[in-house]
């Protein structure tokens, strides 16, 4: 069973740059076809996708963020990551990483939703 | 504010079939599969449903999705509390900057 876990500061000072891990472990990173992405949630509020990266590398932002957003993949250390630059108090959210498949039941189009979460790390955005 | 809208709210009581709404437009719902998770207070989303009507393992048919044009709706029958949670629909936008996973702003339901 393939379980995500966050990492991370969770205190982060404004204009600093935000770095995250997403620990992948109960599989390999670099097996299989599967998305790797990144969502937030601000406190009470709802959520809203940052970003993946395919398990070739390729990768899709979302385009508000996009200036300011990296993901990347450490297939050594079973890991993603990710990077948001240039930070402000409106960054401050819980941040989940999530998994999605190409594949399922024989269909491969990468329509199969985002099936394993990580339990989310708070990230705080103050000075 | 939510590229898809979902009402704030929805309620029933045990037993009931509540269902919670989803409007898009032509460049999400109505071009994209539409997805349905599911958020227990204090925990992490759940897949509940995706590409519009398919349940993954695990998930009670109690729950089902449908699509019509560029709206969608999530149907819960045979309420249950442990179903109290808030629900986010998703879709793929086709947006001119890109494509980009869109939500809706979440519907709290509250088993009476």
């Known amino acids: 069973q393939v379980q995500l876990q966050e990492s991370g500061p969770g205190l982060v000072k404004p204009s600093q740059t935000l770095s995250l891990t997403c620990t992948v472990s109960g599989g390999s990173i670099s097996s299989g076809s599967y998305y790797w992405s990144w969502i937030r949630q601000p406190a009470g509020k709802g959520l809203e996708w940052i970003g993946r990266i395919y398990t070739s590398g390729s990768t899709n932002y979302n385009p508000s963020l996009k200036s300011r957003v990296t993901i990347s993949v450490d297939t050594s250390k079973n890991q993603f990551s990710l990077k948001l630059s240039s930070v402000t108090a409106a960054d401050t959210a819980v941040y989940y990483c999530a998994r999605a498949p190409y594949c399922t039941n024989g269909v491969c189009d990468g329509s199969h939703g985002m099936d394993v979460w990580g339990q989310g790390t708070t990230v705080t955005v103050s000075s | 504010q939510s590229v898809l809208t979902q009402p704030p709210s929805a309620s029933g009581t045990p037993g009931q079939r509540v269902t919670i709404s989803c409007s898009g437009s032509?460049?999400?719902?109505?071009?994209?599969?539409v997805y349905w998770y599911q958020q227990l207070p204090g925990t992490a989303p759940k897949l509940l449903i995706y590409r519009n009507n398919q349940r993954p393992s695990g998930v009670p048919d109690r729950f089902s999705g449908s699509k019509s044009g560029t709206s969608a709706s999530l149907a819960i029958s045979g309420l249950r509390s442990e179903d109290e949670a808030d629900y986010y629909c998703?879709?793929?936008?086709?947006?001119?900057?890109?494509?980009?996973?869109?939500f809706g702003g979440g519907t709290k339901l509250t088993v009476l």
């Open positions: 032509s460049s999400n719902i109505g071009s994209n599969y």
């Open positions: 998703a879709a793929w936008d086709d947006s001119l900057s890109g494509p980009e996973v869109v």
